[in-house]
């Protein structure tokens, strides 16, 4: 099969990659094995867990990180642009990078954000808090959703909590089972009645209360389920909370993007693994053998290498080392087993940094040099920790969108050439 | 047995991490509560079943076999294969009807011969519904037609001869479907074949596939099948030639299930193994073939992804080759589970189920507005064809429809 560009991994950056790109006008494919960390988003797309001034001074304090090659005018510009690519899919984000915002973690922390999606909710400042009349509605039986936790976090800022617990007759159903009382379970009921019938319980539960948040539960394939349950709840302001395990949110994410990239004339090829390359004589990548198409290689001009870090296989721990599995890239990775680890848990890791080597341009390196036609996105970059400095979506999509700008203007260039 | 063998210690249930991003793409799990989901039916009851084998769960027959869960898991996790082999271990269900419904090669013979009987039988209400009672085979389902004369018969007697002087030969796996209710598809595959200037050849001895047989947990009648098959397989590639599906499910099964669910080594011929639209699509796309369509064709129609296609991972055969037709209006639809699975959606336990899962995928061909529906699986187009009453093509139906066979061949410079 013979395509312009072909993208390794379907998860938040092969899919930004691949829209932009067949945006464009590119035959693209993306070949995924498996969904992505897209089904854990919090809610928000992370750029740094601080504030702006210190991403100023980022070339001094982390001359390694990838958004140094990006650079902060691209960021910004991208910020935007990404802002607009999830419109057109059909999600709404809020905030900028000017002015961020903060964000609620699931156990009731604030964490500075650029971007998150509409339906959760956000604050200006910690003083807005002050005062805040909040309801937090808890589903009984429903365990991945701690009330009590941001009735806490949000009272330690002034606002005055009220912890309540609905139930429903729907949701009865699913204590059958232990895996649907999960987030993604519970959303699957949220229609019809059902939606009618928590928003009227809830409403009647919101007097004198100015703000209502509930678990991240409505509309696995759209926003407008929880769109027309804040209708009906008017007049207080309802918002969704983050909840643990897989995201309600995440999964239409992964949904509207995949689709996104579909109707722009991308192939998605899901649930197969690209385990080996073919060089042409110039050194170049010539073509990709995977699991399922076996004989049949995969062609193209460019490649895009999106295969995320050790969650989805992209980076691989064996007993002596960390390896790039796909092209045995120049990984940066500490030698010694003992130092992969810090010894806090919730401490430094320094397992998050580890990842492909690449050059300014994002070609990874390979015994040293730049690998030509292969580009390297994502959470499978060393030099971020996601998770320390909250960057995880911010990395993904300034290298994505970067890397296709690169292949673009790289083929206009060859056009023009042959001209 | 090899498969108890198998079991314990090569199957790879300790690469899950727990994600349970299975459990948001499996199609039942989604309409009933009492299953248990990939996850805790797969990988996590697994660490139990190696203590015990004896611990089962009951509520593993529901499982469709459709392997959506696979497809969605980021570790690579066998899912499927894991639930297939714990299900056949734990033998629930309904051991006569399963068996009749997986099929035995020597009654095909008699079946054919009495087809337009058994055909009318089966359409009566009485039996009907005695075959619901005492069989547990629903009886708002309507059995599959038997053609009076088996595939394999009409190419022995009307097309072998044809196939002699061509200078390249495949190797057709028509399977059962093709031989007992369908053979239409596999002449049409034959024509089609021939005007590309290839040669059509039968197993000497095609036995069953197994997929029904694996499904329903009969793992040692589907060995035996299965055995055969390869030994038969073999023969064929050592002389040159590959062996072509026109069911995905026979093609999933031989390659990937005789390994992972029967242990039976493949390996060597795995490759050679291959279905219709992805051997066509691939030597046009390399400039071996060419094909000529009508001029005034028309038609507009959706194309429906069969689970066991998306397992393979090659609808995009199927498409692509449907896309060289000119005049051919393609719509995609979304890709999920019709509820049949083979004959799961047969089993008076399962048809409400099968249903619910299926109304989802009807909407959406609903909303698309077309009267044709194409998918290359024949249970999913059983299920389609009952549930809303369209008409529901394979692609190479479709292809012999729109090829002009007379320009076909003269460009491709037949024998
Ligand atoms: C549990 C978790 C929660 C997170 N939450 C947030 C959050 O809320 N906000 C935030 O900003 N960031 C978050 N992050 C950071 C996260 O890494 C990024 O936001 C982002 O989703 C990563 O995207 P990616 O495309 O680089 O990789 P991934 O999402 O991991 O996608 C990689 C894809 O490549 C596929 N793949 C791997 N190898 C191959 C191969 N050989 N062949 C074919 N396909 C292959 C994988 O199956 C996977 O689908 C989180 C990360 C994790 C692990
Ligand atoms: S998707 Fe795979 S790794 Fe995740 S819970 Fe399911 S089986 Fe385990
Ligand atoms: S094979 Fe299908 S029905 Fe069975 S667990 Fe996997 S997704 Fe669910």
């Known amino acids: 099969m013979r395509y312009e560009a072909i993208i390794i991994g379907g998860g938040l950056g092969g899919l930004v990659s691949g829209i932009r790109l067949a945006q464009a006008g590119r035959r693209v494919a993306i070949i995924s094995a498996g969904k992505s960390a897209l089904h854990f988003c919090s809610g928000s797309l992370e750029l740094w867990s601080k504030w702006r001034e210190e991403l100023l001074g980022l070339s001094e304090s982390h001359p390694s990180h990838p958004y140094n090659i990006v650079g902060l005018e691209r960021l910004e510009r991208y910020t935007k642009e990404v802002k607009e690519m999830f419109r057109r899919a059909g999600m709404s984000l809020v905030g900028d990078f000017e002015k961020p915002h903060y964000r609620l973690t699931p156990i009731g922390g604030l964490k500075p954000a650029w971007l998150t999606l509409e339906e959760y909710v956000t604050f200006g400042a910690k003083s807005d808090l002050e005062g805040r009349r909040v309801l937090i509605v808890g589903l009984e039986g429903y365990l991945d959703f701690y009330p009590e936790f941001i009735a806490s976090g949000l009272g330690r800022l002034g606002a005055e909590c009220r912890v ?78 983050p909840t643990v395990s897989a995201s309600v949110p995440g999964v239409r994410a992964q949904r509207l993007l995949s689709e996104e990239f579909v109707r722009l004339g991308g192939q998605l090829i899901q649930g197969d693994r690209v385990v080996s390359y073919q060089l042409d004589r110039s050194g170049r990548i010539e073509s990709l053998s995977t699991i399922n198409h076996a004989d049949i290689l995969f062609r193209a001009d460019d490649f895009i290498l999106a295969t995320g870090s050790f969650f ?74 996601a998770v320390k400095e909250g960057c995880g979506a911010g990395v993904v999509i300034s290298t994505a969108l970067m890397a296709a700008d690169e292949i673009l203007e790289q083929n206009g260039k060859r056009k023009e050439e042959s001209l | 047995m090899k498969y108890h063998k198998r079991v314990s210690s090569e199957n790879n249930f300790e690469q899950c991490i727990k994600c349970t991003i299975c459990t948001v793409y499996c199609p039942m799990l989604e309409v009933n509560p009492l299953y248990p989901g990939p996850k805790q039916a797969g990988p996590d009851a697994e660490r139990y079943r190696l203590k015990d084998p004896q611990i089962c769960d009951e509520a593993l027959k529901y499982c469709l076999n459709c392997k959506r869960c696979e497809v969605s898991c980021p570790s690579g996790v066998r899912i499927g294969d894991i639930i297939a082999i714990a299900k056949a271990k734990s033998r629930h269900g309904h051991s006569v009807r399963d068996r009749l419904l997986s099929g035995s090669d020597s009654m095909d013979g008699v079946v054919a011969s009495v087809a337009p009987a058994l055909n009318s039988l089966l359409e009566k209400k009485s039996v009907r519904r005695f075959m619901d009672r005492c069989l547990a085979i629903d009886e708002r389902r309507p059995m599959p037609k038997y053609a009076s004369e088996r595939f394999s018969s009409w190419f022995r007697k009307s097309a072998q001869r044809e196939q002699e002087g061509f200078g390249k030969y495949v190797t057709y796996f028509h399977g059962s479907y093709v031989n007992c209710n369908y053979p239409e598809l596999g002449k049409e595959f034959v024509r089609i074949l021939n005007a590309v200037g290839y040669g059509v050849r039968l197993m000497d001895d095609e036995r069953y596939c197994g997929i029904a047989k694996i ?188 090829i002009d066979f007379e320009k076909t061949r003269d460009l491709n410079q037949n024998k």
């Open chain 1, 312 to 385: 989805g296989r992209g980076l691989v721990a064996t007993s002596e080392n960390i390896v790039e599995p796909i092209f045995g890239l120049d990984v940066v990775a500490a030698e010694a087993r003992e130092e992969w680890c810090g010894e806090k848990i919730l401490g430094e890791q320094p397992f998050q940094r580890f990842g492909v080597r690449v050059d300014g341009r994002l070609h990874p390196l390979k015994g040293g040099r730049p690998v030509e036609n292969l580009y390297a996105v994502g959470s499978v970059l060393a030099g971020a920790d």
């Open chain 1, 164 to 241: 309540e617990k609905v139930s429903l007759p729907e949701l009865e159903r699913l204590r059958e089972s232990a895996a649907e009382m999960r987030a993604v379970g519970i959303a699957r009921q949220m229609q019809g009645e059902a939606l009618e019938r928590l928003a009227e319980k809830v409403s009647g539960l919101a007097e004198g209360c100015d703000l209502v948040l509930l678990p991240a539960v409505f509309g696995l394939a759209d926003e407008e389920c929880f769109r027309r349950f804040a209708r009906m709840m008017k007049p207080a302001e309802v918002r969704v909370a």
């Open chain 2, 215 to 402: 499904s329903s947990g009969l793992l040692r009648q589907a060995e035996r099948d299965a055995e055969r098959n390869v030994e038969a397989i073999r023969k064929e590639v050592a002389e040159g030639r590959r062996v072509i599906a026109t069911s995905p499910s026979c093609a999933l099964v031989m390659r990937e299930e005789y390994q992972h669910i029967l242990g039976i080594d493949n390996s060597d011929v795995k490759n050679y193994i291959s279905l219709s639209t992805r051997f066509l699509y691939r030597l046009w796309e390399r400039g071996e073939i060419k094909l000529a369509f009508k001029e005034d064709y028309h038609r507009k129609v959706a194309y429906h992804s069969a689970c066991h296609m998306e397992k393979l991972g090659w609808v995009l055969y199927s498409t692509a080759l449907l896309r060289l037709v000119p005049g051919l209006e393609l719509v995609m639809l979304p890709s999920q589970c019709c509820g049949m699975a083979g004959f799961y959606g047969y089993k008076k336990e399962n048809y409400d189920f099968s249903q619910a899962i299926g109304e989802k995928l009807f909407e959406r061909i609903r909303q698309t507005g077309v009267d044709t529906v194409v998918t290359d699986c024949e249970t999913c187009k059983w299920q389609i064809e009952m549930s809303m009453g369209l008409e529901v093509m394979n692609p190479i139906t479709l292809l012999a429809e729109a």
